[in-house]
């Protein structure tokens, strides 16, 4: 089996793993996230284990990867080199934020449940396809 053959099969078996973890987390629910976000409402603080459980995850698993000094599948890690805020990253956050709090769903999620397909997830995904392309021309 060829190595581009390797990474591709491995590329779907971590897609399937997050798409998994975000469908038995409740992520892919968006009244569920909302409730989360509404802490002023009918809080549902059920999603903080969700986001513990991921900081502690990213916080073990990327000292465990960089023990090893580089990907499996890859010839070096590809990490944001980006360390200032600037306008643009401020306000691409805050779109990104309003765009969750609004829908529901984030990209992961948002893709995620693609099989369940409603006319508001289209709305978000047609408008997320939309926002990539605008970002690219500026």
């Not at 549902?44 to 990327?62: K, Q």
């Not at 401020?90 to 990209?107: M, V």
């Amino acid at each position: 089996m060829s190595s581009a053959t390797v990474k591709t099969v491995a590329g779907y078996i971590a897609g399937l793993l997050f798409g998994l973890g975000l469908a038995v987390s409740g992520m892919t629910d968006p009244a569920r996230v909302l409730g989360f976000l509404d802490i002023t409402g009918a809080w549902d603080p059920t999603l903080m284990f969700v986001l513990g459980g991921a900081v502690i995850t990213t916080f073990i698993g990327y000292r465990l990867v960089y023990v090893r000094g580089g990907p499996l599948f890859g010839n070096g890690f590809q990490l944001p080199s980006k360390q200032e805020l600037d306008v643009k990253l401020l306000g691409g956050a805050a779109l990104f934020g309003i765009g969750w709090g609004l829908s529901g769903y984030c990209p992961g999620p948002a893709i995620a449940s693609l099989g369940g397909l409603s006319l508001p997830l289209l709305a978000l995904l047609v408008a997320m396809v939309g926002g990539w392309f605008i970002a690219k021309r500026f």
